[in-house]
């Protein structure tokens, strides 16, 4: 079973900030922590701690389903790596360039939470597939204190368990777990801090609620579309330049390589993600609106 479109994602569409001197919104800013404060107001001025991060409220729940808490993502993370890591070590050679040595990683970080762009799906579409269209943990594992390694674990692992013999049940692990290597250039994945940082740096605005992640339907684990709310609304148009309107809820679309910025016009609806993955001159398509339903 094929699970619908989130209503709530809305269409997202290339946004041209009229106040921006220019024409491409690629943001490459090195933000520090220290200057966050100054880039948010209500509710994420209130989750900002005093060590400079935001306060994670993950969700409990996907509809009725219960969802593991970011520790256990990390234990089941750690447990995977041990278990199975010597197994992608091939394939993580071709993405990094360099070997990794599957002994080496440790879970680095916190797990960072990333929401489904799909609605809870129902029952009767098993649970393997629920789990591989539901919401994830991506946990980041570093070697001598490099991010290396992300593993993204299904939040609705809640049936997984811990023995000597390794994770049970071992018939859906390629759904629960997937693990990719981070190419050497690629700045990724960014967190609720820079993405907060960054969206304030581009835009000149302050930064309203905590910017949370929705997964993409790319396949890679680590890129990410990153939603937050703006104190006030900024004029924007549509990359065709045929129209204008001001928005106040704004997305930070990230690939790896290009970070692009984004605003919602419907509810309905959804555009194709920015991606370099597959092609290096992908650019979300003109034309208003130029829609893709997720399938």
Not at 101 to 126: H, K, M, N, W
Not at 205 to 233: K, Y
Request: charged share 20%; net charge neutral; proline share 6%.
């Amino acid at each position: 079973m094929t699970p619908g479109p989130r209503a709530s994602r809305g269409l997202l569409l290339l946004a041209v900030v009229l106040a921006a001197c220019s024409d491409s919104l690629a943001v490459h800013a090195d933000p520090s922590r220290a200057r966050l404060a100054e880039s948010v107001s209500g509710a994420a001025a209130a989750a900002l701690q005093v060590d400079g991060t935001f306060r994670r409220d993950n969700p409990q729940f996907f509809g009725a389903a219960a969802l593991i808490d970011a520790r256990r993502a990390t234990d089941l993370a750690t447990a995977f790596i041990t278990w199975y890591g010597r197994f992608f070590e091939p394939a993580w050679r071709e993405q990094r360039g360099t070997a990794i040595d599957a002994r080496s990683l440790v879970a680095c970080g916190t797990a960072q939470f990333v929401d489904s762009p799909y609605e809870p799906i129902v029952t009767e579409a098993g649970w393997a597939v629920r789990k591989a269209f539901g919401p994830r943990f991506r946990v980041s594992m570093c070697a001598g204190g490099v991010r290396q390694v992300v593993v993204s674990v299904s939040a609705l692992a809640t049936d997984v368990s811990l023995n000597r013999d390794g994770l049970e049940p071992a018939e859906d692990l390629l759904v629960t777990f997937a693990a990719a290597a981070l190419p050497p250039d690629w700045e990724v994945p960014i967190d609720a801090e820079e993405a907060a940082q960054q969206l304030a740096t581009v835009l000149g605005v302050r930064i309203s609620t905590v910017p949370r992640v929705t997964a993409t339907p790319s396949g890679m684990q680590f890129i990410g579309q990153w939603d937050a709310r703006l104190e006030r609304s900024v004029l924007v148009r549509d990359r065709a330049g045929s129209r204008e309107q001001r928005q106040d809820r704004i997305v930070l679309a990230d690939d790896g390589h290009r970070r692009a910025v984004l605003y919602r016009l419907d509810s309905t609806s959804m555009l194709p993600p920015v991606s370099t993955i597959a092609a290096p001159s992908a650019q979300i398509k003109r034309g208003w609106p130029a829609t893709v339903r997720l399938h």
